[in-house]
């Protein structure tokens, strides 16, 4: 039971790992917020929480299925979520909207520099 919940748990984080990195570019935000959009105040720390829920799903598979399975399942796990986030994207980019809290708490995690501008 504990290496399904686990499994699981790193199926999200990619998932979510990817949709932050998605939702970093600035096509995407706009057509999954539309109007009604979160401020892009801190792009690099939305990519960088991304890329860390991404990577962090390596030790979690290894632990739970030892390391031959484990990084065989981590590549299939990022395969997946990358192609769920992209098909997401693509046809019903609405069901992400509920990551504005998610967002948020990257801006909350590492605030912007002072003077420093966004670029995409």
Known sequence: MREVLL???ACIFALLGFALLALSQQRHLERV???NRPPAQNIRAQRAIGFIAIGSNLPICISTQGASFGSLLWVI???A???AVAL???WRPGWLRGLRSLLYL???LVPP???M???F
Do not use: D, K, P, V
């Open 88 to 90: 997401t994207l693509t």
């Open 77 to 79: 796990l990022i395969c």
């Open 117 to 119: 501008h966004t670029r």
């Open 113 to 115: 520099r002072r003077g």
């Open 106 to 108: 990257c801006y909350l």
């Open 33 to 35: 917020f539309e109007s």
């Open 7 to 9: 499994t699981l748990a």
């Open 81 to 83: 979520a990358a192609m």
